[in-house]
């Protein structure tokens, strides 16, 4: 049987430069010259006696044998990273180091670590404040939680949640200036975790895009906008995930029943080579499990309660979550803005 199979440098080469399009961009992958890379990859196409790119192009483009051999290639590669993650890895126990967008990792995941750790008292986690994909190959990294479209390529993705989002202030900045109408806004500093685009979105769907607007203080993340609000310095954006338990202690309120959904998504990804580990896939189960049973409890105080509350329609459906696997994000298509869910009801009608 071994005798029938190409040499592996070959195959890594060709499956590198299929990859990233490019022989310069595997060479820096593998650590080796472009020369390197173009030997192997014409001893290969010797080996089959066939072309397996087309030449002459700026970009790598394979023949039809080239994209005939490209998947075996990659699932094998795949199979065996995998095998050397259980085999380095086996146990659930040790350092798992993860990365999550900070307003996540705030205000949803270190409230409910105590039952991870309840579940796997034998792992210890490093966590880090983060929303960078480029941070997802990263050989000091198990686990990435962020938010963003899901275009990221080279890695294991699985969308965790969309989000909808809704105005949240505090209670005492509300009794000192009310908002009894959207347009009161206009008084209210707002408070952006982006570049504006995200309120963008909800002003236009609140039909006010073109309304006057007082200060605005821009802020690298949604974290510190939504705990700039929580001290009363302004409006800011909540979303269905984040938001909840501070709606639930009363640090927060909603005052306007007008939620959009947002354009990008969690999402939770990792090197495809780590991702059967068991320390990793326990991590990333609990995840998904741990949101879905907040779906189904549905705390009387969560965010989607309270906006139901206030005259919206009760038969909504929480988010469900997706299939398992990867995601395949140069087929996916970018998300069109679902219509806005509920009416627009002031705080004292």
């Known amino acids: 049987m071994s005798a029938r199979l190409p040499p592996l440098n070959p195959l890594r080469a060709f499956e590198a430069a299929a990859r990233r399009g490019s022989v310069s961009a595997a ?11 173009s030997h192997q990859i014409r001893a290969l196409e010797a080996t089959f006696d066939a072309p397996l790119f087309e030449r002459g192009g700026k970009r790598l483009k ?26 380095t890895r086996p146990t659930t126990s040790g350092a798992l180091r993860i990365s999550c967008v900070s307003a996540l990792l705030s205000h949803w995941m270190l409230p409910r670590l105590n039952e ?10 490093s966590l880090e404040a983060a929303n960078d994909p480029n941070r997802i190959r990263s050989p000091d990294l198990d686990v990435c939680v ?24 505090s209670p005492s900045l509300l009794n000192s200036r009310p908002l009894r109408s959207i347009r009161d806004l206009r008084d209210h500093t707002l408070l952006h975790g982006d570049d504006g685009r995200e ?35 302004g409006v800011a954006l909540g979303d269905t995930i984040t938001a909840s338990h501070l709606l639930a202690r009363g640090e927060l309120t ?16 990792c090197r495809n080579e780590v991702r059967a580990a068991p320390i990793v896939k326990v991590f990333v189960d609990w995840l998904f499990a741990t949101l879905e049973n907040d ?6 105080a969560s965010a989607r309660h309270i906006l139901r ?23 996916s298509k970018p998300r069109k803005s679902a219509p806005v869910r509920r009416k627009i009801a002031t705080q004292n009608s």
């Open 27 to 37: 060479a820096r992958e593998l650590n080796v010259t472009h020369g390197a890379i």
């Open 62 to 87: 394979l023949t039809p044998q080239g994209a005939l051999l490209l998947p075996a290639v990659t699932n094998a590669f795949d199979s065996i990273a995998a095998a050397t993650a259980l085999m």
């Open 116 to 125: 991870f750790s309840e579940q796997f008292p034998e792992i210890s986690l």
């Open 146 to 169: 962020l938010y963003g479209d899901g275009q990221w390529s080279d890695c294991w993705i699985r969308r965790w949640s969309n989000l909808e989002l809704f105005p949240v202030v």
């Open 199 to 233: 309120w963008n979105t909800w002003l236009a769907a609140a039909d006010i895009l073109d309304m006057p607007r007082g200060r605005q203080h821009y802020m690298s993340d949604a974290r510190l906008s939504t705990e700039a609000a929580i001290h009363g310095q």
């Open 254 to 269: 909603i005052p306007f029943d007008l939620a959009v959904p947002a354009q990008d998504a969690f999402y939770v990804a």
């Open 295 to 300: 779906r189904i409890a549905e705390p009387q």
């Open 309 to 331: 509350g206030k005259g919206s329609r009760t038969g909504d459906a929480p988010p469900s979550l997706p299939d398992d696997g990867a995601a395949s994000p140069t087929k």
